[in-house]
């Protein structure tokens, strides 16, 4: 049975394929099975990658926007004290610049440019390049200023280059001060911030950094921070909102995403232990990753400038050296502690409120800020941030620490800022009402003293359509949306129907504020009920037409001043002393109309007074009229009240006294000249009695006022010289109104002295003499001078003797009295042996002390009657007058010859000095000067020439005139031995 063997045999192969395709089968559904589960596995890792990296993201962006924030909001404070103080003094400015950068560490200098042009930067040091930058040419950054100009608003811009060097973000804040009611732009202020701080301090430094991150502005596509390829790459990316700004962020862990590998699964067919053993060793390779991703996390949280810290049950598992630092405590002291013990104790009940929400599901995320308590039981306020994690696979909250103190504190100083704000509003006497662009009412401030308005607070929730008539609240909407379409406020006047039914009149001021916490677009509406001030405009205007009438044809130059200093009114007569009409003047203040600016300064104060309450003000004050005319005016200040008693207006009388003011001046003038001039005056009236005198006169002859008054001038004794002032003198006045000459004046202790005396008559209106001014002037001083004058021009100066022209006045005297007497008289003329080498030897200086010397010698062997005379050089004459013989000259020549060689001690050197003397006679050698001094030097030449020291009278040579030899002896000398 052949067949049946071969069908047992295919059915025992059969059997044993059965066993292989039930293995293959197991095999494949196991291995199904396995690449299911690692296939989840993977998704679960990368939606954990993601998350933490999402994060991580997170942590870094809001680490940004705080670091940006506290700075943009420190420029806000900047900016709002620039609004308020325009002309701001720069020591005061440098001081809050500096607070800024004691509390913004990024902050690198802050720039204000008035008009978009940098006039001021602080600190100044490198930035001095800076200065005069005009933001709107330079490309770069007109676009950013445009924004801020256009849209109100802070700006956050950059990177720019800065004309100094470098590249930095920028802040840029318009600042719009007040002229009057409207808002009128002032420039920018601008914060320049270092990217490299900002990044470090945000967690986007090089060091300790875990992921690599960029950031760009959303709009343009310019790389703030970081690399561009990040971008370029499946990175993920958060949004970040700034004022003026939008930027992006992306980030992906430091060397790329971790790609999820594949387990090293067994061969199909594998034997189930085999395929366990290979689940065993994926799964201890997932546990590996998960601690290299913790540890990466580790670091990241460890690097973060705020506190971080991980709580299981309440209790700490994990702090950051940060939160250690902030508390005072290391880190192994807190764990195992909870968290709610370092939490104040009133704040503990939030903190476990905020836990039981995280873990019963109704919140993911919490945030509270609490009082921390550090180690040495100081407290310091922070913000937790708490979400949900798990560590070491059981659940477990994340939380970050924010120390916020010196935030909470800004915001206190904000919110007492707005509190005061309030209560200003609450205590208004009118009322402010918020609105939004439909007219609705949302709140309602003030108004607790008006009349108009005392059920302010019923208008909250009403429109304006129900509140008035159609045709008012049309206009009212449509001041609100020229306010917020313009961006600043607009004023609209109108009147309701009052309690009493009568018109009442109201101004409303519309301030668009911005969007409400309901994004609502809103404005601030001032109304202020200005009835009264109707009234009084209305009263005004009656007083203004009698006041009109009044003034038109007033000489006088009549205004009115508002409390702005403009001219409301002004008479026509101004017209003739500035050739300014009338309608020039209206509206414009005094510097306007070209016043001159010191007489307007006089104006404004003498205005100011006035406005200040204190009454009439009156001034004097001078004015160039257009023909150059200088003229005076007195000016009278009157305060016009309104009906609430203030001063409202000032109305201004200007009356010409120019006349008068020049009467007034001449007569102060001459007392002024009288009073201090340095000339002794007195005053005496038509009878010659004193009336007055000055002190100069006082000063000079010692009387005073009450000494002379009503005494008669020949009281003082004044003469002249033919005696008392008589009537001769006193007629020349008379006749001619002046009279003067030298007198001899006395003083009151009998005292004389020389001067000059001027007298001058004064006439009245009829031209009869009223008064007499005398003026003296003491000439003692001019004579003493005159005298030295006289002696100068006679004497030699460095001997002190007569010198040649006094010499030839008494030589010629003494030769008239000689021959009027018929005497004889003699000349000797000297001229000094070997003087040249003292001068050579000791100097000129010492040659002039023997000079005087030999002077002083020469006086004491004459007469007193004798003169000695000093010709110049070593030359010197004596004059003997008469009656003289030749014993007598020669007996003076002698003494000469003797006293002259006595010895001289100069610097330390004993010398001796000689002369050679000659003698002419009167009448027998001449008769007159030049023959005598001629006849005196020949002989002077023969007594040299045979030996010196000596003397020799003249002899004439036979048949020879005297005057011809005499010449010829003074040339032969003129060519001989040096003396």
Not at 273 to 279: E, H, I, W
Not at 758 to 771: E, F, G, K, L, P
Request: net charge negative; glycine share 8%.
């Amino acid at each position: 049975m052949r067949w049946v063997d071969e069908a047992v045999e295919q059915l025992r192969k059969a059997l044993w394929a059965l066993p292989v395709i039930a293995g293959l089968l197991v095999a494949a559904l196991i291995s199904g099975l396995v690449w299911g589960v690692e296939q989840t596995a993977r998704e679960q890792r990368q939606q954990e990658a993601d998350s933490l990296l999402l994060e991580q993201l997170a942590t870094l962006r809001a680490q940004l926007e705080s670091e940006l924030n506290t700075t943009i909001f420190l420029t806000y404070g900047l900016s709002a004290y620039v609004a308020a103080n325009p002309s701001f003094s720069t020591d005061e400015v440098n001081r809050l610049v500096d607070d800024l950068l004691r509390r913004s560490r990024h902050v690198s200098h802050v720039a204000f440019a008035p008009g978009n042009v940098i006039s001021h930067v602080h600190p100044m040091a490198g930035n001095e390049a800076a200065i005069g930058l005009d933001f709107m040419r330079v490309p770069q950054q007109r676009t950013a200023v445009e924004l801020a100009m256009g849209s109100h608003q802070l700006v956050v811009t950059g990177p720019v280059d800065l004309v100094q060097g470098g590249r930095a973000l920028a802040t840029r804040d318009p600042v719009y001060s007040r002229d009057g009611e409207q808002p009128v732009y002032w420039g920018l202020v601008t914060t320049i911030i270092r990217l490299e701080s900002l990044a470090e301090a945000a967690g986007l430094g090089q060091d300790n950094r875990i992921l690599d991150v960029a950031v760009r502005d959303e709009t343009t596509g310019q790389i703030i921070l970081g690399e561009s390829s990040l971008f370029n790459s499946d990175t993920q990316r958060l949004t970040i909102r700034l004022p003026g700004a939008a930027w992006e962020m992306a980030g992906t862990p430091v060397g790329g995403a971790t790609a999820m590998e594949n387990s090293p699964w067994a061969v199909l067919g594998y034997a189930f232990a085999l395929v366990a053993g290979g689940m065993s060793w994926r799964l201890l390779g997932q546990g590996l990753a998960l601690r290299v991703s913790e540890q990466r996390y580790r670091s990241f949280i460890q690097s973060l400038p705020d506190g971080v810290c991980i709580t299981q049950a309440g209790q700490f598992r994990y702090i950051n050296p940060r939160l250690a630092e902030l508390t005072g405590h290391a880190p192994e002291e807190l764990e195992g502690h909870a968290i709610v013990e370092v939490v104040h104790p009133d704040d503990r009940p939030m903190l476990l409120e905020a836990r039981r929400q995280r873990m019963s599901g109704e919140a993911q995320f919490t945030e509270n800020d609490v009082r921390v308590r550090r180690a040495d039981g100081s407290l310091f306020t922070a913000r937790l941030n708490t979400s949900l994690i798990e560590w070491a696979g059981q659940p477990a909250a994340l939380t970050t620490v924010t120390d916020i103190t010196e935030r909470q504190e800004l915001q206190r100083a904000l919110t007492e800022s707005r509190d005061r704000l309030a209560a200003l509003m609450q205590a208004l006497p009118d009322v402010a009402f918020v609105l939004d662009r439909q007219g609705q009412c949302l709140d309602a401030f003030g108004g607790t003293q008006s009349q108009l308005f005392s059920d302010a607070q019923g208008m909250i929730g009403r429109n304006l359509l129900a509140t008035m008539r159609a045709e008012l609240a049309d206009r009212c909407l449509a001041i609100i949306e020229q306010a917020l379409g313009r961006g600043c406020m607009q004023t609209l006047v109108y009147s309701v129907d009052g309690p009493d039914h009568t018109q009442q009149w109201v101004e409303a001021r519309v301030v668009p504020l911005g969007h409400d916490a309901a994004e609502r677009v809103t404005v601030l509406w001032l109304a202020f009920d200005i009835t009264s001030h109707k009234r009084t405009e209305l009263s005004l205007r009656q007083r203004e037409a009698a006041f009109q009438a009044l003034v038109e044809n007033s000489p006088d130059v009549i205004s009115r001043m508002d409390r702005q200093l403009r001219f409301v009114y002004i008479s026509p007569a101004v017209e003739s002393y500035s050739g300014i009409t009338p309608e020039e003047h209206l509206g414009k203040t005094a510097l306007e109309v070209g016043v001159p600016a010191d007489l307007a300064e006089i104006w404004e104060e003498q205005f100011a007074r006035v406005f200040a309450g204190e009454g009439i003000q009156s001034t004097e004050f001078r004015f160039a009229s257009p023909d150059g005319q200088i003229l005076y005016f007195e000016s009278r200040a009157i305060p016009e009240y309104s009906a609430d008693g203030q001063v409202q207006t000032v109305l201004v009388i200007d009356r010409e006294i120019t006349d008068r003011k020049r009467n007034e001046n001449q007569l102060r003038l001459a007392a002024s000249v009288f009073h201090n001039t340095s000339e002794a005056m007195l005053v005496a009236d038509a009878d010659r009695q004193v009336v007055r005198c000055n002190p100069s006169f006082t000063r000079l002859t010692g009387y005073r006022l009450g000494d002379i008054v009503g005494r008669p001038t020949a009281y003082l004794r004044t003469q002249s010289a033919e005696g008392m002032l008589g009537d001769d003198c006193w007629e020349l006045v008379h006749s001619r109104g002046h009279w003067e000459g030298e007198v001899t004046a006395h003083r009151q202790d009998g005292d004389e002295f020389a001067a000059w005396l001027t007298v001058n008559a004064i006439r009245d209106q009829d031209n009869r003499i009223s008064h007499y001014l005398l003026v003296l002037e003491d000439i003692s001083h001019r004579k003493r001078w005159e005298e030295q004058l006289r002696h100068e021009a006679t004497h030699d100066a460095l001997t002190g003797l007569p010198n040649r022209t006094l010499l030839t006045d008494r030589l010629t005297v003494a030769l008239a009295q000689a021959k009027r007497a018929n005497q004889t008289l003699a000349l000797l003329f000297l001229d000094l042996d070997n003087f040249k080498p003292i001068n050579d030897a000791l100097g000129h200086r010492a040659g002039d002390r023997v000079l005087r010397i030999v002077g002083e010698r020469m006086r004491q062997c004459v007469r007193e009657t004798d003169t000695v005379a000093r010709l110049g050089g070593d030359e010197f004459v004596v004059v003997l007058m008469p009656p003289t013989d030749d014993a007598a000259v020669e007996n003076i020549a002698r003494m000469l010859l003797s006293k002259l060689p006595e010895p001289i001690v100069m610097q330390d050197q004993r010398f001796e000095v000689s002369a050679s003397i000659g003698i002419a006679r009167y009448p027998r050698d001449g008769a007159s000067a030049d023959v005598l001094l001629n006849a005196a030097d020949a002989a002077m030449y023969d007594a040299k020439s045979q030996g010196r020291a000596r003397y020799q009278f003249y002899a004439p040579l036979p048949d020879t005139n005297v005057g011809e030899l005499a010449g010829e002896s003074r040339i032969q000398r003129t060519d001989g031995p040096n003396s």
